[in-house]
T-cell receptor, first 116, second 115 residues
Framework: GAGVSQSPRYKVAKRGQDVALRCDPI?????LFWYQQALGQGPEFLTY????????KSGLPSDRFFAERPEGSVSTLKIQRTQQEDSAVYLC??????????????FGEGSRLTVL | AQSVAQPEDQVNVAEGNPLTVKCTYS??????LFWYVQYPNRGLQFLLK????DNLVKGSYGFEAEFNKSQTSFHLKKPSALVSDSALYFC?????????????WGLGTSLAVNP
């Protein structure tokens, strides 16, 4: 596609439910990032993939969060046993180059998760 | 540790007037600096970046930013604001020291351009 696509755009979950958020990056982009953006805040880094390799997951807030990019393109962020504090917009971004090159990031529109 | 600050939550300017959105940073090595804009219900969009070279960087939509090493600042500027520039602006920094992959983001500055 022409840009980074994220789905679903909106997700309402009951506390304790598992959710899966999908990111379809720009074709050919090597780098893929997941960020969490709470209301009134800037994006907070969650995890980074270079192709299929998850090189940095230091931002994942707990072991309930899991991300994968098995074929080096589409990525899924999974949150198990959701809690209210997980409510946020989850942003996916991709970049043509690897992380050592400070290239521009292309963002999707985000997935807004609300946990009741 | 790296950090970035956007001291103003909101900036209001009249259409046609120059605008400045402030950003200061702290890194241990050399900074990679970025500005992104977020329109309502839209994804973040890249405006410009400073990596090295000329301190004045020109970007999209007529925006520019000046890297000032002594003041550790990277303020975003535009000579003549448009109503359509009204949006949320984020400054971000990455430290070139080590294997740092993370962009650290400011809290954002809401720009309102009044007709």
């Amino acid at each position: 596609g022409a840009g980074v696509s994220q789905s679903p755009r909106y997700k309402v979950a009951k506390r304790g439910q598992d959710v899966a958020l999908r990111c379809d990056p720009i074709s050919g982009h090597v780098s893929l990032f997941w960020y969490q953006q709470a209301l009134g805040q800037g994006p907070e880094f969650l995890t980074y993939f270079q192709n299929e390799a998850q090189l940095d997951k230091s931002g994942l807030p707990s072991d309930r969060f899991f991300a994968e990019r098995p074929e080096g393109s589409v990525s899924t962020l999974k949150i198990q046993r959701t809690q209210q504090e997980d409510s946020a917009v989850y942003l996916c971004a991709s970049s043509l180059a690897g992380y050592l090159v400070a290239g521009e990031l292309f963002f999707g529109e985000g997935s807004r998760l609300t946990v009741l | 540790a790296q950090s970035v600050a956007q001291p103003e939550d909101q900036v209001n300017v009249a259409e046609g007037n120059p605008l400045t959105v402030k950003c200061t940073y702290s890194v241990s090595g050399n900074p990679y600096l970025f500005w992104y804009v977020q329109y309502p219900n839209r994804g973040l969009q890249f405006l410009l970046k400073y990596i090295t070279g000329d301190n004045l960087v020109k970007g999209s939509y007529g925006f520019e930013a000046e890297f000032n090493k002594s003041q550790t600042s990277f303020h975003l500027k535009k000579p003549s604001a448009l109503v359509s520039d009204s949006a949320l602006y984020f400054c971000a920094v990455r430290d070139d020291a080590g294997n740092n992959r993370k962009l650290i983001w400011g809290l954002g500055t809401s720009l309102a351009v009044n007709p």
